[in-house]
């Protein structure tokens, strides 16, 4: 049934280049061609910063659709120079769309890089968006020198947590910790904790901020032990006791990022008794997240050296979960219940962990608390939520669809100004500017222009109308923030160019939900699509790789220009994705990994201790992929094709059967195709 009703939906519909706006929104003739060059030719100035040409062609695209863009680019380049009436008159013209909050938002981290705190607090109740942690740390700044007296605990949590949360170096946050700092409503102990955060994700000049702030005189030392840590611990390993201790711990938590082996045997042989029990913790935490995230079978026993999981980090904890998954001959359940149990509970919600917890109760004996937490998630919506479901002895398939929208809904998605300019944008090739318009239309300001997301029949109607318009992307995205009551799956799981793939995948005998997952996930079916590492077209394939596997397959005329041609890719795709999931023994998780992170890495973490490692259930051993792309990524291709599976077949499926078991490689299978890129 869903397989007739996706074909008939899909066939015929209109392509984006046949859009049609109103009459105000459109443009026509001469007119509208120079002004498209012209915005064309704005947008790679305004990359460039080029601040003459945006200003002599900003004239071209007056009375165009997207003269808010041109506007908001050639305002912007200034911005650091423009005057206060300038910027004024930009809010008030573009009044209502997304140009005219965004350039607020510009302008108030400006105004409080400038600590100019009346014009502040003068524009920043007018802002929408209120997404931008920078901008936050400025309004608590604002709000603590104010009312210091009234600045209370759960103000200071949130700087704390806004200020930890940001590696890149930031104005704002730092600000926010510095006040509260003079104003003794935080302790020099959470700066110091900043700045092992930082020393820890190699962000040195965030490091340097933070120490600036209780110790400016050791910004030298800090940099020595930055580039030269065992060093630094070396000097002063002769006198412990004379050495600044926090040094030290920032010291131990950089060799553990750049040598765990080494900083386990410095603190083994001589800083462990040296420090508090807190920075204790914290340093064993850090190697054992570093040995985690090597697979290194050593890793629990560096957690366990750590007596409180209430002293690790939330990132530290992730790990120490992930490195008990993998203990042999089963996981250690005692210690992945307690590290969630000790995570922050914003995260310990979140449905990877809601699984794993249930799963250690359930070893543990207690069943019934383990299915009230996976009742509290399942659902077919992702990986962890259709694992919930088959914990509960439930398959999965897909949920009736909800009434469509109606005419009136979807007329008011078509009059929305903003999604009008995101789609003429995306039509004329600026996608970048067209996915951030839409986005802000459906997810940050509402239909009625507030802040807050649209409401589910709202997302609904405009995922309707980008999917009848072949922006699949913004149908995927935008259905996919619905509640499970609007769940739609044809819109949330499209099939476009369904003959071609289909086919293609029978022919090699591969299947067409693998695919399809794999698709959905790599380009969101943009044809166009190009990656910061040079892989393009529908299945994302490198160039290098595409050459390889059209030798491999006899395709003797192939040229890389050819990977833009949707059959082509497809071809070049699906046929290297078959090689692959051959070479990984036929193991869907292994294969969506190695197509993300290349071949020789899953093969590394299927058996990371020189050739051996543990069996493990395959969802435990893709939690345990180091690189947090292609985790993510293996989990929602894996997920993506059990929901296409059910889709295209209308049967019940399991995920749980996709994925098996991922051990070492059996010794008496056949070789393994070490040319494979």
């Known amino acids: 049934m869903f397989k007739r009703f996706i074909v008939s939906l899909f066939a015929g519909l209109p392509l984006l280049a046949a859009l049609v706006l109103p009459a105000h929104a459109q443009g026509t003739g001469t007119h509208e061609g120079l002004a498209q060059s012209a915005l064309l030719d704005m947008a ?12 002599s062609l900003l004239p071209q695209v007056r009375g165009h659709l ?30 209502g769309t997304y140009q005219e909050d965004r350039l607020r938002n510009d302008w108030l981290i400006l105004l409080g890089n400038r600590r100019d705190w009346a014009t502040f607090e003068a ?120 050495a600044v201790q926090e040094l030290v711990v920032l010291a131990l938590v950089r ?13 083994q042989r001589t800083w462990s008794i040296h420090l ?77 962990w809601v699984y794993w917890l249930g799963r250690a109760l359930q070893a543990r004996g207690q069943k019934d608390q383990a299915q009230t937490l996976w009742e509290g998630i399942a659902s077919v919506k992702g990986f962890y939520e259709q694992l919930a479901l088959e914990e509960l002895g439930r398959s999965i398939q897909m949920p009736a669809r909800p009434a ?32 951030r318009e839409w986005n802000y239309a459906t997810n940050l300001v509402n239909a009625q222009g507030h802040a807050g997301r649209m409401s589910d029949r709202e997302l609904l109607a405009a995922a309707h109308w980008a999917c009848e318009l072949d922006i699949w992307d913004r149908c995927i995205n935008t259905s996919d923030r619905t509640s499970m009551a609007q769940f739609d799956p044809v819109l949330r799981y499209p099939m ?39 892989a393009s077209g529908l299945m994302q394939v490198m160039p290098a790789t595409a050459r390889w596997t059209a030798k491999k397959i006899g395709l003797k005329t192939f040229t890389v220009d050819q990977l833009s041609q949707r059959d082509t890719n497809i071809a070049i795709g699906t046929a290297y994705l078959k090689l692959v999931l051959e070479s990984m023994d036929n193991s869907m998780a292994m294969a969506a990994a190695a197509y993300n992170a290349g071949p020789s890495r899953p093969r590394r973490w299927r058996a990371p201790d020189q050739g051996r490692g543990p069996v493990l259930e395959a969802a435990m051993w893709a939690e345990n992929i180091p690189f947090n792309e292609t985790r993510d990524y293996v989990k929602k291709v894996l997920a993506n094709t059990t929901s296409y599976a059910a889709l295209i077949s209308g049967q019940p499926q399991s995920l749980k059967a996709r994925l098996g078991k991922i051990g070492p490689r059996d010794a008496s299978a056949p070789p393994e195709d070490t040319d494979l890129p």
């Open 404 to 435: 469509p929208p109606t005419t009136e809904e979807v007329g008011q998605a078509r009059a929305n100004p903003s999604l009008q300019r995101a789609i003429k944008a995306i039509a004329i090739g600026l996608r970048a500017e067209g996915v």
């Open 123 to 242: 524009e920043q109740s007018h802002y929408r968006m209120r997404d931008d942690r920078e901008l936050r740390c400025y309004e608590l700044v604002l709000k603590h020198q104010q009312n210091p007296a009234g600045f209370g605990p759960d103000n200071v949590k949130e700087v704390l947590g806004l200020w930890r949360s940001m590696l890149q170096a930031d104005d704002g946050c730092t600000l926010a910790a510095e006040r509260l700092l003079e104003d003794r409503k935080i302790k020099p102990l959470e700066v110091w904790r900043k700045a092992r955060l930082a020393v820890e994700n190699n962000r040195p000049v965030t490091a340097r901020n933070a120490v600036q702030l209780v110790a400016p005189k050791l910004l030298n030392p800090l940099k020595d032990l930055h580039a030269q840590p065992s060093r630094f611990l070396n000097q002063n390993t002769s006198h412990p006791r004379n």
């Open 276 to 352: 508090t029990t807190e920075e204790r913790h914290w340093v064993w935490g850090a190697i054992g997240r570093q040995l985690a995230m090597r697979l290194d079978s050593d890793a629990l026993k560096a957690y366990e050296q750590a007596r409180s999981d209430h002293d690790l980090t939330d990132d530290m904890l992730a790990w120490k979960v992930r490195a008990a998954l993998r203990v042999s001959p089963k996981p250690a359940w005692k210690s992945v219940e307690s590290a969630i149990l000790a995570m922050d509970l914003a995260q310990r919600q979140e449905p990877t």
């Open 496 to 534: 476009p160019f369904q003959a071609a793939v289909v086919q293609r995948a029978n022919d090699i005998g591969l299947d067409p939900a693998f695919v399809y997952g794999l698709i959905r996930q790599e380009s969101r079916f943009i044809m166009d699509a190009r990656s910061h590492v040079g």
């Open 66 to 95: 997207l003269e808010p863009w041109a506007a908001y680019w050639e305002l912007r380049a200034r911005l650091d120079d423009a005057s206060t009436s300038e910027v004024r008159q930009f809010l008030s013209r573009y009044a």
């Open 255 to 267: 060799l553990a990022g750049t040598d765990p082996d080494e900083a386990y045997k410095q603190m």
């Open 44 to 55: 790679d100035a305004f990359k460039r910063n080029d601040r003459r040409r945006l200003s």
